[in-house]
Each structure stands twice: as C-alpha cells, then as structure tokens.
C-alpha cells in the first residue's frame, strides 16, 4: 500500500500543476476562454449570443484569456 502511495504522489503533484484548458466558470454567469473562437464556440453550442466583458467587470478573476457571458 506505500508504495502505491509513493507512486502515485508525483502523478498527483503534476496534474495539479498542469495549466487548466477549455472554458472555466468563473462566477455569476461569467466565464473565461483562451480566445475568442473558444468562447463563441461555447455559447453556440446551447444557442445563446455571446458579450464579451471587459476584466473590470471581474476585477477579482486574474487570469489570461477572455472574459464573456452566454446571455
């Protein structure tokens, strides 16, 4: 059982170190994205439009990529 431990302690130490990819939620209906293809891409899926948002509108997100909402 240790060594199973011993093994799979660095496996979990890299996954948390592995940037996150796709569309993250963030809060209150606001998301972020990689780019804007991505963004336009999620929204569309369910049919709804996108606005994009600026970072002033999520001061407390720091982050890169795009702020948007599916409205």
Same mark, same amino acid.
């Given at each position: 059982? #240790? #060594? &199973? &431990?011993?093994?799979?302690?660095?496996?979990?130490?890299?996954?948390? !170190?592995?940037? +996150?990819?796709?569309?993250?939620? &963030?809060? $209150?209906?606001? %998301?972020? !994205?990689?780019?804007?293809?991505?963004?336009?891409?999620?929204?569309?899926? $369910?049919?709804?439009?996108?606005?994009?948002?600026?970072?002033? $509108?999520?001061?407390?997100?720091?982050? +890169?990529?795009? &702020? %948007?909402?599916? $409205?």
């Amino acid at each position: 059982m #240790r #060594r &199973l &431990l011993t093994a799979l302690l660095p496996i979990a130490l890299a996954a948390c !170190a592995v940037p +996150q990819t796709g569309v993250v939620r &963030l809060n $209150d209906g606001i %998301f972020r !994205a990689a780019g804007p293809q991505e963004a336009e891409a999620y929204c569309r899926k $369910d049919g709804n439009p996108i606005r994009f948002l600026e970072q002033a $509108d999520a001061p407390t997100t720091p982050g +890169q990529g795009v &702020l %948007f909402r599916c $409205d």
